[in-house]
C-alpha cells in the first residue's frame, strides 16, 4: 500500500526495468536471475515504490510469487546500511 493507492512490484528475470504499467511497477532483476542456481536478491521497496512519482510506501500486505522455481528467507525490516 502507498499514499497513491495499492500498487504491486514485479520482479523479472530481465535486464529492463519496464516502468509502471497501471497498479504494478515492474523491475528486472537481470537475465541471469533464471539461471536455476539458488541468489540472493536484496531490494529496497521503498525506493521501488518512490518510482511511481515520488509514492511513499505505508505497508506490505502480502507476497504473491509466479512461476515455476523456490524462495526462502524473505525479510522485510529497515534498509541495509
Known amino acids: 500500500q502507498t499514499d497513491q493507492g495499492h500498487r504491486y512490484l514485479y520482479y523479472t528475470p ?3 526495468d519496464l516502468g509502471k504499467s497501471g497498479e504494478y511497477i515492474r523491475f528486472g532483476l ?14 529496497n521497496l521503498a525506493d521501488d515504490v ?13 507476497i504473491l510469487y509466479r512461476g ?14
Open 14 to 16: 530481465s535486464d529492463t
Open 30 to 43: 537481470g537475465a541471469s536471475a533464471k539461471n536455476g542456481t539458488w541468489q540472493s536478491f536484496v531490494r
Open 50 to 62: 518512490a518510482t511511481d512519482n515520488g509514492a511513499v510506501l505505508q505497508e506490505v500486505n502480502q
Open 68 to 81: 515455476p522455481g523456490f524462495f526462502d528467507n524473505v525479510m522485510l525490516g529497515a534498509p541495509l546500511i
